[in-house]
C-alpha cells in the first residue's frame, strides 16, 4: 500500500507542477462580420398619403394584415429586419395616436437599459416627430413618429427577427438607424 501512494502522490505533484507553466485566458465569444452596403436612397412615390426616401437595399412590401390600409414595411432581407410603418389620418385624435405611439414605446421598458428621445422638426414640410432610441435587449431597438399634426400621422419600429442582443445587434441597428434617420428626414405629406 505504502508503494502506491507514493507513486500516486508523485504523479499528482508532477502534474501540479506542469500544469502551472502556462496561464490560461478565455476568449470572449464571437460574432459574424457583417458587410453593410453603401448607402443609397431612391424616392419612393406610390399611393400612400407620403413619400420618402428609402435604401436601394431594402423592399417595401404591403402590410399583409392591414390589406386596404396604407401601412407597409421596409423589409432588409440581408439584416433579417423589418420597420414597419403604420399610418393614422388624424381626425381630431392626435392627442389619443401620441399617447398610443408612447405606450408602444414604453413597453419595452422591461427589457431596455434606457430609452433615449431625439425631436424632429421641419416646419417647411410640415413633418413634426421624436426617434425613439431604445437601448439594451428590447425586442425593438429604434421607434419614430412624424406627424403634421392636422391630417397625417406615421409610426414606425425597427424589429428584427431574432433574439434581441444587444451586442451582437448593436452593429445592424446603427446601420438601420441611419436609414430610418434619412426616412424621416425626406418624409414629405401628400
Known sequence: MKLISKYTFTVVVAL??????????????GYFRIDFPVKEYVQLDSTF????????????KQDEYHTGSYN???VFPRLKGTVHLS???????????????????????I?????NEQYYEDADKSVYG????????????VQFYATDSVKHFLRGA??????????????????????VIHLMETLSWK
Do not use: W
Open 72 to 74: 407597409s414595411n421596409i
Open 158 to 179: 425597427l424589429y428584427f427577427n431574432t433574439v434581441p442582443n444587444k451586442d451582437s445587434l448593436a452593429p445592424a441597428i446603427q446601420f438601420v438607424e441611419e436609414d
Open 49 to 60: 398619403p407620403y413619400k420618402f426616401e428609402m435604401p436601394v437595399y431594402a423592399e417595401i
Open 130 to 141: 421624436v426617434l425613439y432610441e431604445i437601448k439594451g435587449n428590447a425586442a425593438s431597438s
Open 111 to 115: 427589457k431596455a437599459d434606457a430609452i
Open 16 to 29: 501540479i507542477m506542469v500544469s502551472c507553466g502556462q496561464s490560461y485566458t478565455p476568449k470572449e465569444p
Open 87 to 109: 399610418y393614422f389620418e388624424v381626425k381630431e385624435n392626435i392627442d389619443a395616436l401620441l399617447e398610443d405611439n408612447r405606450k408602444m414605446v414604453y413597453k419595452h421598458t
